[in-house]
C-alpha cells in the first residue's frame, strides 16, 4: 500500500500547539489504528524527522501520528513527557480529524521515542485513562545506567556517546523518577498490552527484554520478538550498519497481528 505524508498543526493540546507529521496508507480501511509515534533521536532531535517505522506501519494500514515533542518545553524531563500525554489525551478526545470511533489508540515508539510511550501508558495507567488500546516499542531506551551486556555494542554502531549525551540533557534536572527511566518503574501491572520489538544486533536489546519480561511478570499481556542478526535495525534510530534494510516485513507482520489481537479482546 502506498504511503501518503502530510505535515500538520495539532494546534488544540492542552500545552499548546505542536507540529506533527502524519503518515497514512493512501487506502486504508475503516476503523484504522491510529498510532501516537515518537521518534528517535536520542532525546536531542527537534522537529518532525522521516520515520522509516511509521511508514512502515502506515502501509499496513495504521495512522501514524510523529509529533514534534521536544520542541514545544524543552527536551530535559518531565517536560516532552507532559507533551506527549497532552497529545495522547486531544486524540483519546477528539482525534484530530483521524481515524473513526472504532479506531484503537496506541502510543508507540523507537529509541528514545519508546521511552517517552512507555512513559504516556504509565501516566494513562495512573489517571484511569481507559483509551489506550495498547503500546508499541521498539528498542525503548528505558534504562539511564546503560549498563547490560548488550550496551557494550554501541561503541561499534557509534551511539555510545550520543546516547550519554541524550540522557545528560533529559536527566539535567537531577532525578530519575519511574516515567523518566521506566525499567526502574515499581509498579509495573495494570498497563494496556505491548508489543515490543528488537535484534540481536541491537546494543538496546537486553534493556528492551528485561522490560518487557518485567511487564509479562506483574501480569501484563506482552508479545515480544527479537529479530536476527543482519536486518539493519539499528538504522531505525540512527545506528551505523554495513546491513540493508530487510527488518520491515518483520515490523509488518508482528504489528498485524498485535492488532489482531487487542482488537479481539
Known amino acids: 500500500m502506498s504511503v501518503d505524508v502530510k505535515d500538520m498543526m495539532l494546534d488544540k493540546v492542552?500545552?499548546?500547539?505542536?507540529?506533527?507529521?502524519?503518515?497514512q496508507g493512501a487506502d486504508f480501511a475503516k476503523g484504522p489504528p491510529i498510532v501516537l509515534f515518537?521518534?528517535?533521536?536520542?532525546?536531542l532531535d527537534q522537529g518532525p524527522a522521516e520515520s522509516q517505522v511509521a511508514e512502515c506501519l502506515a502501509s499496513i494500514g495504521a495512522i501514524v501520528v510523529v509529533p514534534d515533542y521536544l520542541t514545544p518545553l524543552g527536551g530535559a524531563f518531565p517536560k516532552p513527557l507532559e507533551v506527549g500525554f497532552s497529545i495522547f489525551s486531544y486524540l483519546a478526545k477528539k482525534r484530530a480529524g483521524l481515524g473513526d470511533r472504532k479506531s484503537l489508540l496506541l502510543v508507540g515508539g523507537e529509541e528514545a521515542g519508546g521511552n517517552i510511550a512507555a512513559a504516556v501508558a504509565f501516566k494513562a495507567r495512573d489517571h484511569f485513562a481507559k483509551e489506550l488500546d495498547g503500546q508499541v516499542l521498539l528498542s525503548p531506551l528505558v534504562?539511564?545506567?546503560?549498563?547490560?551486556?548488550?550496551?557494550?555494542?554501541?561503541?561499534?554502531?557509534?551511539?555510545?556517546?550520543?546516547?550519554?549525551?541524550?540522557?545528560?540533557?533529559?536527566?539535567?534536572?537531577g532525578v530519575c523518577h519511574p516515567y523518566a527511566a521506566p525499567c526502574l518503574c515499581s509498579r509495573m501491572a495494570g498497563l494496556a498490552p505491548t508489543l515490543l520489538l528488537t535484534a540481536n544486533d541491537d546494543p538496546l536489546r537486553d534493556e528492551a527484554v528485561g522490560f518487557a519480561e518485567r511487564l509479562e511478570q506483574a501480569g501484563n499481556k506482552v508479545r515480544q520478538h527479537v529479530l536476527p542478526a543482519g536486518t539493519g535495525w539499528p538504522s531505525i534510530y540512527g545506528g551505523k550498519t554495513d546491513a540493508a534494510a530487510t527488518w520491515q516485513d518483520s515490523v509488518r507482520q508482528q504489528f498485524a497481528s498485535f492488532i489482531k489481537d487487542i482488537g479481539q479482546h
Open 14 to 23: 492542552a500545552i499548546g500547539p505542536v507540529s506533527a507529521r502524519v503518515y
Open 38 to 43: 515518537f521518534g528517535g533521536g536520542a532525546f
Open 143 to 173: 534504562d539511564a545506567f546503560m549498563g547490560s551486556a548488550s550496551m557494550r555494542e554501541a561503541d561499534a554502531i557509534g551511539m555510545r556517546a550520543r546516547w550519554t549525551e541524550g540522557w545528560s540533557q533529559y536527566l539535567s534536572a
